[in-house]
Nanobody, 118 residues
Framework: QVVFVESGGGLVRAGGSLRLSCVAS????????IGWYRHVPGKQREWVAT???????????RYADSVKGRFTISRVNTENTWFLQMNNLKPEDTAVYYC????????WGRGTQVTVSS
């Protein structure tokens, strides 16, 4: 079992930036890749970005088309911490953001709210 705690959300104007943090604890050896996801009430949870933790493609990243070129996923190895740097934010990026295992998420944390005003 891995437990995730997200932070760093807030209210920003369109064009602004935020950096989200994710701290994992528990069975960290089971982590093959970490994903950031987001959820808007009334819609399905959406995958945003992934970073690999596997030896074959360690550090490899992937992004949803909607955030490619604006968001960057990264990690701090020694602290089991992952980041999502979000630049040039748009109102449609407004959502609760979560980190979790990828591609098969486990239990969800509380997430962190990101609100982008126009």
């Amino acid at each position: 079992q891995v437990v995730f705690v997200e932070s760093g959300g807030g209210l920003v104007r369109a064009g602004g930036s935020l950096r989200l943090s994710c701290v994992a604890s528990g069975s960290l050896s089971s982590i093959n890749a970490i994903g950031w996801y987001r959820h808007v009430p009334g819609k399905q949870r959406e995958w945003v970005a992934t970073i690999s933790n596997e030896n074959t493609d360690y550090g490899a990243t992937r992004y949803a088309d909607s955030v490619k070129g604006r968001f960057t996923i990264s990690r701090v190895n020694t602290e089991n911490t992952w980041f999502l740097q979000m630049n040039n934010l748009k109102p449609e990026d407004t959502a609760v953001y979560y980190c979790n295992l990828w591609p098969r998420p486990s239990s969800w944390g509380r997430g962190t709210q990101v609100t982008v005003s126009s």
